[in-house]
């Protein structure tokens, strides 16, 4: 971490490579996620904390081979905090600094390899442990289930819906869920990428994207993304 301590650092910084881009301006408590695009090296930050003025330029991104980088301006009791992925996505906290990073809460995890459990094999049986019953249907080739009430759909093996039946595919859109790496639906994109430096867009159609998120020996996990440009859903599917 960089680190500058200041009275109020003026925004003389009109010569800086963002001088001709608006100046970013944020209040006590805000945190606020950027793409590559939307914040840039050498753009203008103000933060504005009980009467102090805080200003700083984007610093570069880390070096290669570095996930992230921080630098943090300090006045009185307030601080600017500016982190960096290698990527150049970033996030700006204004005040007393960013928020704790984000910890799933059970039941409602999802991950390459299930919901809940995330160990172990996601039988119908033991879904329905945690979720209540669902609403079963027989489907050609397998089973499909809805949980309504939690934002949730998966279909199991099998030819027809049975306890042993094993999730092969589970879709989440309800704010509640979040994946093991710390997205959440609802999530901007710029969130979901600083959260997943790694996130990749597969595919766009019709204003929606998919994105791969993770992948492992037993599956994958991907987002969905709408116009409005925030995260509608989240999806695991079992090789």
């Known amino acids: 971490m960089r680190a500058a301590v200041v009275g109020v650092l003026a925004l003389g910084l009109a010569g800086g ?40 330029v984007v610093p570069s991104p ?24 290698a990527t150049g996505a970033t996030q700006v ?3 007393a600094g960013a928020p704790p990073s984000r910890r799933p809460q059970l039941p409602y995890v999802i991950g390459q390899n299930g919901l809940g459990l995330i160990r172990g094999p996601n039988t119908l049986r033991e879904l329905e442990r945690l979720y ?17 009430g939690l934002g949730l759909k998966a279909n199991f093996d099998g030819a027809r819906c049975s306890d042993g039946s094993t999730l092969r595919i589970a879709t989440v859109d309800d704010a509640r869920w979040t994946s ?20 990749k867009r597969l595919q766009v159609l019709r204003g929606r994207a998919v994105w791969l998120l993770t992948t492992g020996v037993h599956g994958n996990l ?4 709408g116009a409005s440009g925030t995260v509608t859903s989240l999806s695991c599917v079992a090789h």
């Open 93 to 95: 906290a204004c005040g």
């Open 180 to 199: 093991l790496n710390g997205v959440r639906v609802g999530d901007s994109i710029a969130r979901m990428q600083w959260q997943v430096p790694t996130a």
């Open 222 to 225: 991907s987002a969905g993304s």
């Open 62 to 85: 880390p070096a290669a081979g570095r996930t992230s980088g921080s630098d943090t301006w300090k006045a009185g009791g307030a601080q600017l905090e500016i982190e960096r992925r």
């Open 132 to 148: 209540g019953r669902g609403s079963r249907r027989n489907e050609l080739g397998g089973c499909g289930v809805t949980w309504p």
């Open 17 to 56: 490579a963002g001088a001709s881009r608006p100046v970013l301006r944020l209040s006590d408590g805000q945190t606020r996620w950027f793409l590559p695009s939307q914040l840039r090296t050498g753009d203008r930050i103000r933060c504005d904390v009980h009467g102090q003025t805080i200003g700083a």
